[in-house]
């Protein structure tokens, strides 16, 4: 016998079988928890900042009660649409390094080390400095294709015959992002010095300008693109013990793969098209996920959501108010604190001999 | 009994190695003329040489050259040479083709260093800078090789690598924050940050310069016994090198070539990649010819990304840091992907 | 007495129904089946063995279909594999790949249960049925008392057992293992070929295991195939293909082949050339 007890599962199934679930009860004891702490952190999000609102007069003016013109406005205008695109933009983010940790099998890849982001980055900037007349509208669809491209380069880059070793395939995504990277910078020196400063607040991954009108971008994109990763999930469950035992199991494996691809580029692009480049949240989240309560892969998912919505939520909070008039952008809080897990990881990483 | 495994490393043919001395320094020299003689205003190459040789203080043409040009073009000349002798140094003690100072953190640390000196202390003084740049270096150096020993599987030329990249991913969202809690310290800082030649205080080199020409010296005296090492730590101590010691003197030769470039020009990325791996495909794996030649191509190459970056699209100046990149991200991705490990 | 080879030759050969047919396969352009031709006798255990870069690593995963041919097909009960649906064919056919290796943290039972995959829908992912088959194959395979250990603190040994359990709960008549044994201690190598070799016999289950080990291959061989360059050089019972001729053939091995007289198993003993001078003429 083992010393470790085991998980505990309750076990759901309808009369005919239709359903039938084994369901983790951590991982739904966590799911709540974090819900709930997804709530407060929105709250405190609300009402902080240089107008100050009590909670009192928070819950009055969701309520649709105006307790005056400028509490309204600030809640209403400005700090909910903000707190609900850091929530979006982090579940996002989360998701996208999921789908592509399992894609890979590679613990250590997230949107922004394997270039994807740097590739939304540059077809936006080079849009911004050159074409500035094109509104803000055609951007995700812009962050889609550059970051489609920079995708299939690595690819195609790390696709040697040995197959692909996990260090090399991250190495070889920051080489192509600092390319990448040099460009977009390049572009914005030749850029007007004003075009360039907007695109600059952009790149460091601020949250800032969000408005209602990227909150319906972010969350249009997601009606569509999270119901697709559910449906892959049964598939990326079997894709995690490699690719000739998912088609020995009998998942579409030739399907699911550029499908998946597709999702985790989609997301990570449309999240960095809002909001800039915002590094290691998808690497971050689906580790953290996984330390918190031990799931399928379906719920696994909606933890890692759930994870990185609240951590860019914090970070963004904190980024605001903890030096108060000054702004730091939530991408670099989240570098500072995915650096060292990174590392950790790192130092854990199994070197696979393929 | 067996004099072959006494033998060095294969060194270049003498003559060929010789023979691109003086065509590099030729390139060189005319290249330094080039950049003085390019820019906003373009000076004819004879009054570049007139204004080098015959200093007229009342010809405005020639106080150009004196005031505004000659310094950036000495400060090209001086870390481009030293950037690359730093990376052909850890590249051979090392044995890893993807070492540079910038790839495995030293030129992050050094800009740390110097950023939280003046964001802290405010820091001001010149002669300071060297020191608290080579502090800086010496430490980021130091945690990238432990996390990498940490790594499984030891310190490859990946993990060192990936260990250098979360190190400067780290340091500079520190400097970023730091930048922006603090607007007014970096008012000067900013543009030394991007890694760009222009605007350059020459005084900086009248503190580095001495201990940049020591390092120098140092590097070709110790080339020798890199190419000895760079076969393998066993190899070189069965040959009678005292492998431990000369790894520190490489260490501290490494450190304070990148912290005086990072203090002359801020944090200027994959020159130390990209030179030696070019210069080693014309002498071969014999440090040395490998180190003085780094020398000298780093040095024509930082001036002719530097001619790129003042003339590429005018008015702007592109950060030289931008080109360097640009040049040698592509080189990085080739050198990864051929490691068949 | 005769574990392997005796007892089914009194049986009549039940019609093959996994069948290659002048297959060719590569990779990347690099051809290296050539024509490969082969009817896996049903209900018994095939193994493939060549050395290294003949092919039968890769000739197994064509006949899984991981591998498409670009010439000839593969034949599952009449139909074209690389034609079929592929979770179809996961409900007759189960793949163990070579070195697979699990996510950190699985547990056994996790591991065992991802087997149900071709059972399972996305509300449907643990029936009654996918229980039972679960708990049965973890017997089986001997792991059950792990189940909730995670699989990467088990040795090589019990994790293989692990993978064997996941490919039995797919519950599919044929079964495909690569290199099942590699870098397993000699002791542990003997209890998985037993686990197999009864997995054919007393279940009636088809196996074609690709195996390293010649004197595994030649002990637990129903039907012994040997590859060499891309081809079948010979195939059937060990009694027959597994001679000092063919080894030299196909491995370049001077070896001879004994008759172990107390389990009637055929053994090789490899000798380099210093031997060979010493013996008599």
């Known amino acids: ?354 | ?341 | 007495m005769h574990a392997g080879v005796g007892r089914k030759d009194s049986v009549a050969a039940a019609p093959s129904r996994l069948e290659a047919l002048s297959v060719d396969a590569g990779y990347a352009g690099v051809g290296i089946l050539k024509g490969v031709d082969l009817a896996v006798p049903t209900g018994k255990v095939t193994i493939l063995v060549g050395p290294n870069g003949s092919g039968k690593s890769t000739f197994l995963k064509t006949l899984a279909r991981i591998l498409a041919p670009t010439a000839g097909a593969v034949l599952l009960d009449g139909k074209d594999i690389h034609q079929t649906n592929t979770r179809a064919v996961a409900e007759k056919l189960g793949l163990l790949p070579q070195g697979p290796v699990a996510p950190e943290g699985l547990t056994v039972r996790e591991l065992v249960a991802q087997g149900r995959y071709p059972h399972q829908s996305l509300l449907r992912q643990w029936s009654r049925a996918d229980e039972a088959a679960v708990n049965h194959a973890m017997k089986v395979a001997g792991v059950a008392d792990l189940a909730e250990r995670p699989v990467d603190t088990l040795s090589g040994g019990q994790r293989q057992r692990c993978w064997i359990a996941m490919v039995l709960a797919q519950e599919t008549d044929l079964l495909l293992l690569d290199e099942p044994t590699t870098f397993l201690d000699l002791k542990v190598q003997v209890d998985l070929m037993e686990l197999l070799a009864s997995l054919a016999h007393k279940t009636g289950r088809t196996l074609v295991v690709v195996l390293h080990e010649l004197s595994l291959a030649a002990a637990y061989a129903d039907h012994l195939v040997m590859m060499r360059d891309g081809q079948i050089v010979c195939a059937g019972a060990p009694k027959t293909v597994f001679t000092a001729e063919r080894l030299r053939e196909v491995f370049d091995l001077e070896a001879h082949v004994l008759d172990d007289p107390v389990t009637g198993r055929l053994v090789c003993v490899p000798f380099g050339a210093r031997a060979r001078a010493a013996l008599p003429a």
Not at chain 1, 184 to 204: F, P, Q, V
Not at chain 2, 313 to 334: D, K, N, R, W, Y
Request: proline content about 5%.
């Open chain 2, 1 to 341: 009994m067996n004099d072959i495994a006494a033998s060095p490393a294969p060194s270049a043919p003498p003559l060929r190695a010789w023979s691109g001395v003086p065509l590099l320094i030729a390139v060189l020299g005319a290249l330094f003329l080039l950049h003085i003689a390019v820019g906003a205003k373009s000076l004819p190459i004879g009054t570049v040489v007139d204004a080098l040789t015959a200093f007229d203080p009342a010809e405005f043409d020639h106080v150009i050259v004196m005031n505004l040009r000659l310094p950036r073009a000495v400060i090209a000349v001086v870390v481009g040479a030293c950037l690359s002798v730093a990376g052909a140094l850890m590249q051979g003690v090392t044995r890893n083709p993807l070492a540079d100072p910038g790839l495995l953190g030293l030129t992050a640390g050094a800009s740390f260093a110097v950023v939280m000196a003046t964001a802290l202390f405010g820091l001001t003084s010149m002669a300071l800078i060297p020191w608290i740049a080579a502090a800086g270096a010496l430490a980021a150096a130091l945690v990238v090789y432990f996390i990498a020993r940490w790594v499984p599987g030891g310190a490859t030329p990946l993990s060192l690598t990936l260990a250098g990249a979360a190190i400067s991913a780290f340091l500079a969202a520190c400097i970023s924050i730091a930048h922006l809690l603090s607007e007014d310290t970096f008012m000067n800082l900013r543009v030394w940050l991007t890694g760009s030649l222009a605007g350059r205080d020459i005084t900086v080199l009248v503190y580095t310069g001495p201990w940049l020409a020591i390092a120098m010296l140092l590097s070709l005296a110790l080339a020798r016994q890199v190419t000895v090492l760079a076969m393998g730590d066993e190899v070189a101590q069965g040959l009678g090198v005292r492998t431990t010691s000369l790894k520190l003197q490489i260490l501290v030769a490494v450190v304070v070539l990148t912290a005086g470039s990072v203090a002359l020009a801020g944090p200027l990325g994959f020159i130390g990649l990209v030179i030696p791996h070019v210069v080693r495909l014309y002498v071969g794996a014999d440090y040395r010819w490998i180190v003085p030649y780094s020398a000298l191509a780093g040095a024509a190459y930082l001036l002719a990304v530097d001619i790129v970056a003042r003339i590429a699209i005018p008015p702007q100046e592109i950060s030289t840091g931008i080109i360097t990149a640009m040049v040698g991200a592509p080189l990085f991705v080739h050198l990864v992907r051929r490691r068949s490990r």
């Open chain 1, 1 to 354: 016998m083992t010393s470790l007890a085991p998980a505990r599962h309750v076990i759901l199934r309808s009369p005919r079988e239709r359903i039938a679930l084994r369901l983790p009860v951590r991982a739904l004891v966590v799911i709540g928890l974090l819900v709930l702490a997804l709530l407060a952190l929105s709250a405190v999000s609300l009402a902080t900042g240089s107008y100050g609102v009590s909670l009192n007069e928070l819950v009055e003016t969701l309520r649709g009660i105006t307790i005056s013109r400028a509490i309204d406005n600030v809640v209403w205008e400005f700090r909910f649409p903000r707190t609900l695109a850091a929530a979006l933009v982090g579940a996002m983010m989360a998701l996208s390094g999921a789908a592509l940790q399992t894609v890979t099998r590679n613990g250590l890849a997230d949107p922004s080390l394997v270039g994807v982001s740097q590739g939304a980055a540059l077809a936006v900037v080079a849009v911004m400095v050159l074409f500035p007349q094109l509104g803000p509208i055609y951007r995700p669809w812009l962050a889609f294709g550059g970051s489609i491209l920079v995708a299939v380069l690595i690819q195609w880059l790390s696709h040697t015959r040995e197959g692909s070793n996990a260090i090399r395939f991250i190495l070889m995504g920051l080489g192509v992002s600092a390319f990448i990277s040099s460009i977009t910078s390049a572009l914005m020196t030749y850029g007007e010095i004003d075009r360039a400063l907007s695109a600059l607040a952009w790149l460091a991954g601020s949250i800032n300008a969000a408005t209602w009108g990227d909150v319906l971008t972010l969350a249009g994109w997601s009606a569509v693109l999270l119901p697709a990763l559910l449906v892959m999930s049964r598939a990326m469950a079997a894709m995690r013990m490699g690719e000739a035992a998912a088609i020995g199991l009998g998942a579409p494996v030739q399907l699911v793969r550029p499908a998946l691809v597709t999702v985790a580029v989609g997301l990570a692009a449309i999240a960095t098209s809002v909001v800039g480049p915002l590094g290691f949240v998808g690497l971050i989240a689906p580790h953290a996920a996984r330390r918190l309560a031990h799931a399928g892969m379906g719920f696994h998912l909606v933890l890692t959501a759930l994870i990185g919505a609240l951590l860019v939520g914090a970070a963004d909070l904190i980024g605001r108010a903890a030096f108060a008039l000054i702004q730091i952008p939530a991408g670099l809080l989240t570098a500072l604190i995915g650096v060292p897990i990174f590392i950790v990881l790192l130092a854990r990483a199994q070197v696979r001999p393929q």
